[in-house]
């Protein structure tokens, strides 16, 4: 019990961290902007644009809040302890990206539970495409990251087969 103890309190508090984060950009925007207002982030890039979303990702299944924080503490809670049994991770990469995507998901749950909307900010500019937060980036970045290391494995398993 220690040593898993050992081995995974500093992804919880790695979780941790990037949960505050993304909380206090969020914060931020709730305090200093007013709803539907934009404001330049990155010229012809990205601009800062307050938005509460109802929904999932693209403002899938707007208003149901409800539904959406069961999933959000449900996945929430499977990272957690995928994290704490290794389930699905094997080395510092892995840990990583589903810390990331852990991180991700409890901080729209807090917004979800707290609110009844997860606060977005940041809009693209030079394309059309949803609005986010950062913990969206940490869902998105984790899921890339977990899938190129999962094409990786399968990529090294095959070139194995083939060798021998």
Not at 72 to 79: D, H, N
Request: proline share 2%; hydrophobic share 50%; glycine share 8%.
């Amino acid at each position: 019990m220690k040593d898993k103890i050992k081995r995974t309190w500093p992804w919880y508090l790695l979780a941790v961290g990037l949960v505050a984060a993304d909380q206090v950009v969020k914060l931020w925007v709730r305090s200093a902007m007013a709803l539907g207002e934009t404001r330049p982030f990155i010229p012809h890039f990205i601009e800062l644009y307050h938005l509460q979303n109802t929904g999932g990702a693209f403002s899938l299944l707007a208003g149901q809040t409800w539904m959406l924080t069961v999933l959000s503490a449900v996945a929430t809670v499977a990272l957690a302890v995928c994290i704490w049994g290794d389930y699905v991770t094997t080395n510092t990469f892995s840990r990583l990206c589903l810390t990331c995507v852990l991180a991700g998901a409890a901080g729209n749950l807090i917004d979800r539970a707290a609110f009844g909307a997860v606060t977005d900010m940041f809009n693209f500019t030079f394309i059309r495409f949803g609005v986010f937060n950062v913990a969206d980036m940490w869902v998105v970045g984790g899921v890339i990251g977990y899938c190129a290391y999962l094409i990786y494995l399968q990529v090294k398993e095959n070139r194995h087969e083939v060798d021998h």
